[in-house]
């Protein structure tokens, strides 16, 4: 697996820090969060070093969603929530704090108090369309 040397998941991969795993796999490792949302709150990495989720290996993405579904079906279990947050973040703008891909699985209860971010509507149905075609366009290329 390869890694870089000043990366904090990486040296948790590598054994060189400590962690409370949870789940692995040949290519992935799951362990608790330090900082906790709620109790249970795991993060789910690839063992081998990629900085985000644009320059993941998409080989990997069965296993992630795998690995997903255990963890999260255990933390339901484990902890008695009533659903789960999976998140990821790519960029300083998005919130990535640390720069290794990585998914937050958080058990969410009723009256937890969290809430999603603010969301918005399109000025028209127009710019709507406008922006679906904008990106249609794009893909196409």
């Known amino acids: 697996?390869?890694?870089?040397?000043?990366?904090?998941?990486?040296?948790?991969?590598?054994?060189?820090?400590?962690?409370?795993?949870?789940?692995?796999t040949e290519n992935l490792y799951a362990f608790l969060d330090l900082n906790p949302v709620h109790e249970g709150h795991t993060?789910?990495?690839?063992?081998?070093?990629?900085?985000?989720?644009?320059?993941?290996?998409?080989?990997i993405g069965q296993d992630v969603l795998c690995?997903?579904?255990?963890?999260?079906?255990?933390?339901?279990?484990?902890?008695?929530?009533?659903?789960?947050?999976?998140?990821?973040?790519?960029?300083?703008?998005?919130?990535q704090m640390v720069y290794h891909l990585h998914w937050h699985i958080i058990p969410r209860f009723a009256g937890d108090g969290l809430s999603l971010w603010p969301q918005q509507k399109y000025a028209s149905m127009d710019a709507m369309n406008d922006m679906a075609a904008r990106l249609r366009e794009e893909l196409a290329k």
């Open 1 to 24: 697996m390869s890694a870089q040397n000043d990366c904090i998941f990486c040296m948790i991969v590598e054994g060189k820090l400590p962690s409370s795993k949870v789940y692995e």
């Open 43 to 59: 993060l789910i990495i690839p063992k081998k070093h990629c900085e985000n989720i644009f320059d993941a290996d998409p080989a």
């Open 67 to 95: 690995a997903m579904q255990r963890v999260g079906e255990a933390i339901k279990k484990v902890t008695g929530c009533t659903g789960v947050n999976i998140m990821q973040n790519n960029g300083k703008t998005a919130g």
